[in-house]
Structure formats: structure tokens, C-alpha cells
């Protein structure tokens, strides 16, 4: 079932946790799909074969993630063990850090760009979702859902991998799809989830105010690098005046490199806080995580992010383009 030579490492976090009760799961601020169905589908997991497990992220579960956290309480006892999953970053563990930063064991993330802060790890950047991990995990620990007769919460559990999975990869369209990716969906759908609906739930259904807030966007949208590059600026503003959901708007960063020659989609977000983000989606041979990079941010090969500390969107703006473009120009020198 390992697809990547990790074995012994996929074997080496099994042994720890099936060692542990009490077990608290951890994922990033701002949580994702993967992060989400990570989390939740491990807790499940971890619960059908008698432990007791909980989760915890520093942010609220978004409204369309809500069916994976049906029927699981809060955190109501003290861990004795903590892991995180899907976090590249202890930056991005926000309050968790202080509140479990000092328990925590074992990290299972994908992220080519993991800086280490547990004492142990399994970290492989060929997933191309943590949740695909913890389907390995769960099954390395024995749980097999792939049974005749799936429980509620066996199907539940699932509905959590499919998730991160299908999210991460843009129900499978995204380069870091693997013939794993699929495989795991194929050992879900076997089961009996309904994954048309969950597809439908995450890619399709959107709300009004987001084609509002999408129109605009794309009014405002900039080619620039001899047009492989196109920029979008996403202020506070436009939510507010759309009233367009944030993690809605987020994701029509990935529409920028559907342009034809366009090979770096980037957008850049003010936050609430003021505080100034960008999101890059690229197409080979172009690298999002090359760039982002360069900000002291990180991710994949097709996605990644970083902040722009101290600039205003103007100054973001600028120094994001002139980062594109210098990128553009090494690649085009690189590849002849
Ligand atoms: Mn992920």
C-alpha cells in the first residue's frame, strides 16, 4: 500500500501512535481541505480502534468543511500525546503552538518544504496530500474500512481522506496528482462514498456574492512577463463590499494560470489584519515554491504562498512582479 519507499517511516509513526492513548491531532491555522480531512479523518480513525483522540486548530472549521466534524466533541480531556499533520511550518501551528507546542511528538505532513519541529517525523513531498499519508497510517495501524459492511463512521472517516485528498490535488487535476492519489479515491469510492456529492459541495456549488467578488477580481486582473505571468489583488475591500466568503474568493487564484501561456497565476490578499499574503499557482515547468521562496514563504511545486512583511498591497504589488519576472527570466535562461 506505501507507494513512495517510506515504509519504515510510515512504520516507525504507526509503532509511536499505536504506543499512545489520550492523543491530541493538530493541524495548521487557517486549515484547508487537507489539513481538515488530515486531522479528522485520523481522529476518526484513531477512535473506531478504541483510542481516545481529539483534535484541535487554531481556527474555525469553515462552513463547507462542516460534514467532517459532524458527531466529534471538542477537545474534552488533557493529551498525552500530541502530533501534527499537514503543517510545514511550527509558524503555521498559530495558538496551538503555545497551548500543545511542548507535547508535540510526531509530525506527518507532505510538504517538500517541512521545517522540522518534532523530535519525530514522517515527512515525504511526493504525497500529494497529508490525508493520502494517514490513509497509509490507518491502514499500517490495522483500521480497514475497506470492509463488506462499512460502519456510518468508517464511511465518515473516508469522507475525511477524500477530502483532503480531492481538495489538494483540485479534484485530481493538479500536477502533484499521482496514480496513489487515485488510488486512494478508487479504495473510497469502493466503499460506498457518495464522492460526486462531496465534488460537487467543494468545486461547483459557489455563492452569488462569489461571482460578484470573481468579476471584479478579474476586471482588476494584470498580465505582465510578456503575459506568462498574471496578478490579481484581492483588498479587504472587495469582500466587504460583495460580502464574498474569503476561502471562496482564495481559490480563484488557480484560475489565473488557466489563461493559455500564462505559466504564474499570483494574487495578493490584505488581510483583516492588514497584514499582506500571496497565494501562487503555476504551471510546469514554472515552480509557485521557487518564488515564494524568495519571500521566506514555501509549498509545492504548483502551489505555495507567502507573506509580504512590512509592504502595503502597492508595495506587495511591485515587489511580487519583480520577483515573477526575475524568476520568468532565470527560467527561460535555464531551459534555453
Ligand atoms: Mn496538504
Known amino acids: 500500500m506505501i507507494p513512495f519507499d517510506q515504509d519504515r517511516d510510515c512504520m516507525e509513526a504507526a509503532k509511536l501512535i ?25 481522529v476518526r480513525g484513531l477512535r473506531s480502534m478504541g483510542k481516545r483522540a481529539g483534535w484541535y486548530c487554531a481556527d474555525p472549521v469553515p462552513g463547507k468543511f462542516a460534514y ?10 488533557t493529551p498525552a500525546h500530541v502530533l501534527t499533520v499537514d503543517v510545514a511550518d511550527q509558524k503555521l501551528l498559530g495558538d496551538a503552538w503555545e497551548k500543545f507546542g511542548d507535547k ?8 517538500g518544504t ?5 523530535p519525530a517525523r514522517w515527512v515525504c513531498g511526493e504525497y500529494a496530500a497529508t490525508a493520502e499519508m494517514i490513509w497509509c497510517l490507518l491502514d499500517m495501524m490495522g483500521y480497514n474500512p475497506q470492509k463488506a459492511h462499512p460502519s456510518q463512521e468508517d464511511l465518515k472517516t473516508a469522507q475525511c ?11 485530481f487535476l493538479f500536477q502533484n496528482t499521482t496514480w496513489f ?40 486582473m494584470e498580465l505582465f512577463g510578456g503575459g506568462k505571468a498574471a496578478m490579481a489583488l484581492l483588498p479587504q475591500s472587495l469582500y466587504a463590499e460583495t460580502g464574498a466568503r474569503e476561502d471562496e474568493v482564495d481559490a480563484a487564484v488557480g484560475q489565473l494560470r488557466q489563461i493559455e501561456g500564462v505559466l504564474v497565476g499570483v494574487s495578493i490578499k490584505e488581510k483583516p489584519s492588514g497584514e499582506i499574503k500571496a497565494s501562487l499557482r503555476t504551471n510546469p515547468p514554472a515552480n509557485a515554491s ?4 524568495r519571500f521566506g514563504g514555501g509549498g509545492h511545486a504548483g502551489a505555495a504562498g507567502c507573506t509580504l512583511d512590512g509592504m502595503d498591497m502597492a508595495q506587495a504589488r511591485l515587489a511580487m512582479m519583480r520577483a515573477c519576472e526575475d524568476y520568468l527570466a532565470e527560467l527561460e535562461e535555464a531551459n534555453g
Open 18 to 42: 499505536e504506543s499512545w492513548d489520550d492523543v491530541l491531532v493538530v493541524c495548521h491555522a487557517n486549515p484547508d481541505g487537507d489539513a481538515l480531512g488530515s486531522m479528522l479523518g485520523l
Open 68 to 77: 467532517l466534524v459532524e458527531n466529534l466533541p471538542e477537545l474534552d480531556f
Open 104 to 111: 508535540i511528538e510526531l509530525a506527518i505532513d507532505h510538504h
Open 114 to 118: 517541512h521545517k522540522p519541529f518534532a
Open 161 to 171: 481522506i477524500y477530502t483532503g485528498v480531492a481538495t489538494d490535488t483540485g479534484c
Open 181 to 220: 492519489s487515485h488510488m486512494v479515491a478508487a479504495s473510497i469510492q469502493r466503499i460506498g462514498v457518495d464522492v460526486s456529492e462531496i465534488n460537487r459541495g467543494l468545486f461547483e456549488t459557489k455563492s452569488l456574492a462569489y461571482f460578484q467578488a470573481e468579476r471584479r477580481m478579474l476586471e482588476g
Open 290 to 293: 521557487a518564488i515564494a521562496q
